[in-house]
């Protein structure tokens, strides 16, 4: 059974840098074709993705937040991890991992973490 | 990348059917057979329903039908229950360089 986890900060300060890491089992992000990445839900709002790492580290990052955004994987150990700088309030949301085998379809998702942005 | 386009709201009694659309354009929806559909309760983590437009994951019961026309997609739950109440999410494949599109989301209430 495939799992995921999020581990990370609940809270942080405007202007600090967010570190968050998805750690999972029973797949492994070196065979071809799967992809994990990341995921946030700002409270009430809809779901949008931030950053995918694919098995053969090719990434991807939503554009309006690429500048701020760094998305790398350990296969070693199963995790990757999510950078984001420069956190403001308006990025206060729960953040999700993700698997995805392909075309965006996410099969399996972590249970979610909520990081908040206050000072 | 603009989030495809759902209604806010939909609703129905026990036992009726609810449809929803997912509207986007040529470069999303309507350029590939790449939608999804998914679940989420109150607190969380989404659930997948749907995925390439009308193909249901193991598990999931065949109340839950998937189609698309054009630029836009649907899912439809018949034969309503009360736990089908919850936010339902589309999702479409846009590309190879760029990320995924969600849809706005559609609260579904079983009155």
Not at chain 1, 12 to 27: G, W
Not at chain 2, 60 to 75: C, E, H, Q, Y
Request: proline fraction near 6%; charge should be neutral.
């Amino acid at each position: 059974q495939i799992t995921l986890k999020e581990s990370g900060p609940t809270l942080v300060k405007p202007t600090q840098t967010l570190t968050l890491t998805c750690t999972f089992s029973e797949f492994s992000l070196s065979t071809s074709g799967v992809g994990v990445g990341w995921i946030r839900q700002p409270p009430e709002k809809a779901l949008e993705w931030l950053a995918l790492i694919y098995w053969n580290d090719d990434k991807r990052y939503r554009p309006s937040l690429k500048s701020r955004l760094t998305i790398t994987k350990d296969t070693s150990k199963n995790q990757v991890v999510l950078t984001m700088t420069n956190m403001d309030p308006v990025d206060t949301a729960t953040y999700y991992c993700a698997h995805t085998g392909g075309y965006y379809k996410v099969d399996y998702w972590g249970p979610g973490t909520l990081v908040t942005v206050s000072s | 990348q603009s989030a495809l386009t759902q209604p806010p709201s939909a609703s129905g009694s026990p036992g009726q059917s609810v449809t929803i659309s997912c509207t986007g354009t040529s470069s999303d929806v309507g350029g590939y057979n790449f939608v999804s559909w998914y679940q989420q309760h109150p607190g969380k983590a989404p659930k997948l329903m749907i995925y390439e437009v009308s193909k249901r994951p193991s598990g999931v019961p065949d109340r839950f039908s998937g189609s698309k026309s054009g630029n836009t997609a649907s899912l439809t739950v018949s034969g309503l229950q009360a736990e089908d109440e919850a936010d339902y999410y589309c999702s479409s494949y846009a590309g190879t360089n760029i990320l995924g599109v969600f849809g706005t989301g559609t609260k579904v209430t079983v009155l």
